[in-house]
């Protein structure tokens, strides 16, 4: 309980586990450093409201500046971790600083993947993960006519629906035969793919993008194994994101797509935990890696209720997630693979369905679409039993 506790990262699970902390009774000092300048945020407004223009910058805080005063949290930002002692267990920072801990909790996140295809380095070019990041998209939408939005996950249709409301010509490339083939059913999918195209997007998928062609050292068209060209004054390249895991990979830490921690999210050194989107971990039989809200509030909780003495449980909260597309407010409960049977429950004529994901005869997930009610109990379901039988 009087641990000094160093945290790095200040997203949502940096900021989720030192406001726990001290929620559980935790009277050691609590120290967060995060690479960000400025005070936490939440990041799903980037490629929606604040994106849109109808939330500000300040309205994206998870906490105003009295919170981290009343509750002791020592916040240094913008600094970033450099390495980690784990001998004598002291994280080394930019700023020329170092700081000792008994327990060190990586919430390190994840950051956009690039291109490495020829072109990349034109301007025009952006991804989205940070405020600065967002910032400068909703800038450069402001004189954009057509956008390429180069991924169609969640982030890259999200952001297109909101460039095609604000009357930008859009065009999303996809690798796969159908967006978020990964993540969704394809009646789903489908769905969503035909809500877009209803709106004027247009869908290239089954695309493989080449390249990215420019004038004067700017953007003007993107290149497609077809032999397309696409004209593009601004591109989002929104293809995914890759663990910050180099911290940990060089204190000599595990490592299995992300940083690899044990069903009570410590690390292979029992002084260091870790949470979040940066972090693989043991979940109903599997090891996965997910990238959402509710696993980054979750894992801080578990950490820190075993910080101050409890939790001995495994952690084994169900992963749910949303999305907002124009109209189209997706809700997911549980984890599905591509494999999963899908059996669609309700009209999805009437825009309000869900579609049910079933393995080996039990369900094992739930996306619903504008229907809340569904998604609500589905979490409930999925929680109390960890697969449910037919
Ligand atoms: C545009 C966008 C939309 C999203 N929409 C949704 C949504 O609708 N629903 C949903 O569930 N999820 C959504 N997400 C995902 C969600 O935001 C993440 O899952 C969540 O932020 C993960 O929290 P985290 O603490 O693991 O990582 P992050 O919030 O990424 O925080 C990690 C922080 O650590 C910092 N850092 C990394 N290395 C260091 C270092 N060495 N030293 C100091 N600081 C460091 C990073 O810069 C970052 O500030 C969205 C994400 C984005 C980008």
């Given amino acids: 309980m009087d641990a000094r506790v160093v945290i790095v990262g200040t997203g949502q699970g940096g900021f989720q586990l030192a406001a726990s902390l001290r929620e559980g009774g935790h009277v050691g000092p609590i120290t967060l450093v995060g690479d960000e300048p400025g005070l936490p945020y939440q990041r799903p407004p980037l490629s929606k409201a604040f994106l849109k223009g109808s939330v500000a910058a300040e309205g994206l805080l998870l906490r105003p500046e009295a919170f981290y005063e009343r509750l002791q949290l020592r916040l240094m930002s913008p600094v970033r971790a450099t390495s980690i002692d784990r001998a ?11 700081l000792s801990y008994d327990h060190l909790v990586l919430a390190t996140g994840a950051r ?19 405020l600065a990041d967002a910032r400068a998209l909703r800038e450069g939408i402001e004189t954009a006519r057509r956008i390429a939005v180069v991924g169609a996950g969640f982030i890259g249709l999200e952001l297109a629906a909101v460039a095609r409301a604000l009357g930008r010509e859009i065009e999303v490339i996809e690798a796969a035969e159908r967006p978020l083939q990964r993540a969704l059913s394809a009646p789903m999918a489908n769905h969503l793919s035909d809500w877009h195209r209803a709106q004027g997007a247009r869908l290239h998928c089954g695309a493989v993008l080449t390249g990215f062609e420019g004038i004067n050292g700017h953007v003007q068209a993107v290149r497609l ?25 060089d204190a ?24 979040g989107d940066g972090v693989s971990f043991p979940w109903r039989g599997d090891r996965v890696r997910i990238e959402s809200v509710q696993n980054a509030v979750d894992q801080a909780r ?13 952690y084994d909260k169900l992963p749910w997630f949303w999305s907002e597309q124009g109209t189209c407010r997706l809700q997911i409960a549980g ?12 009209d999805p004529d009437s825009g309000r369905f869900s579609v049910q994901r079933w393995r080996d005869g039990r369900l094992v ?21 960890a697969l449910v039988p037919a």
Avoid: Y
Avoid at 252 to 275: P, R
Avoid at 338 to 343: I, L, S, V
Avoid at 365 to 377: F, K, Q, Y
């Fill in 365 to 385: 997930a739930v996306e619903s679409l504008n229907d809340p009610g569904t998604h609500m109990r589905a979490r409930k379901t999925l929680s109390e039993t």
């Fill in 88 to 98: 004598s267990k002291r994280l080394h920072l930019s700023n020329g600083q170092s």
């Fill in 302 to 314: 578990h950490i820190a209720a075993r910080l101050c003495g409890g939790a001995n449980a495994p």
């Fill in 335 to 346: 984890l599905s693979r591509p494999g999963d049977e899908a059996r669609i429950d309700g």
């Fill in 225 to 249: 194994n077809n032999g397309t060209h696409l004209a593009a004054d601004l591109v989002v390249v929104a293809i995914g994101v890759a663990p910050n895991d180099q911290l940990a990979r």
């Fill in 112 to 130: 956009v993947r690039w291109s490495d295809l020829p072109g990349a380095s034109l301007k025009g070019l952006f991804g989205l993960r940070t």
């Fill in 252 to 275: 000599g830490l595990a490592i299995d797509n992300g940083i690899a921690v044990d069903e009570q999210l410590l690390t292979s050194d029992t002084a260091i935990s870790a949470l």
